[in-house]
């Protein structure tokens, strides 16, 4: 079985520009959560989406959106991309909310320059 | 808010020896999840061990184990006959209701 798939797994962008991150759960998974790693750091959460509503949302600026299509593949967006937005997003899904277990793609790598 | 954190920013381990990875974590609930996950230079984060708050038996995957000292809020990670493939990041996770929080992990680094 296919696990968690994230596209693409790096990605170089400028200052001010907007990014687009894709995830895929695995299969039979509702719910996805995105997490932004930075150099050094344990994973910081984002947003959980589950059944394409927003379900949490973690610290992060208006500049971070995202959304779960019917597939139940989720889109994160960021905007505006300042410098300290370079890190490694990770998507994670799970079968449900609450007690399952995260099972995490192998993240996108962003450097903003 | 919930916080985890991990002291030991770096470990090492002989191959075949036993390490303990610490953990503690600050929460005023009383159910919740704790995670221990490995991350290899893949980067990918692999699930190695899970406990439930409610259940007082520790628990254990194989070369894995935990001590759960509910009270303490302690959650320390043990692997046995330590293996080169090991070597990762490892982060200590708090998860209540749909809110997952990690340390700052602990390089382990096992040494042939």
């Known amino acids: 079985d296919a696990g968690v798939t994230q596209s693409p797994t790096h990605l170089i962008k400028t200052r001010g520009q907007q990014v687009t991150l894709r995830c895929s759960p695995i299969s039979g998974h509702k719910s996805v959560s995105w997490y932004q790693q930075v150099l050094g750091q344990g994973p910081q959460f984002i947003f959980q989406y589950y059944e394409k509503e927003e379900r949490g949302r973690g610290n992060f600026p208006d500049r971070f959106s995202a959304r779960q299509f019917p597939n139940y593949s989720s889109e994160l967006n960021v905007n505006a991309l300042l410098l300290g937005d370079s890190a490694l997003y990770l998507c994670a899904s799970s079968l449900d909310l609450g007690i399952s277990p995260l099972h995490f793609g192998n993240g996108t790598r962003l450097t903003v320059t | 808010a919930q916080t985890v954190t991990q002291s030991q920013p770096e470990m090492s381990v002989q191959e075949a020896e036993t390490v303990t990875l610490s953990c503690t974590y600050d929460t005023s609930e009383s159910n919740y999840y704790l995670f221990w996950y490995k991350q290899p230079p893949s980067r990918q984060m692999i699930l190695v061990i899970r406990?439930?708050?409610?259940?007082?038996q520790n628990a254990t995957e194989n070369r894995f184990s935990v001590n759960f000292q509910k009270a303490a809020k302690s959650f320390s990670l043990k692997i046995s006959d330590s293996q080169l493939g090991d070597t990762a990041m490892y982060f200590c996770a708090f998860m209540k209701r749909n809110d997952m929080r990690f340390g700052a992990g602990t390089r382990l680094t096992v040494k042939p």
């Open positions: 406990q439930e708050a409610y259940k007082q």
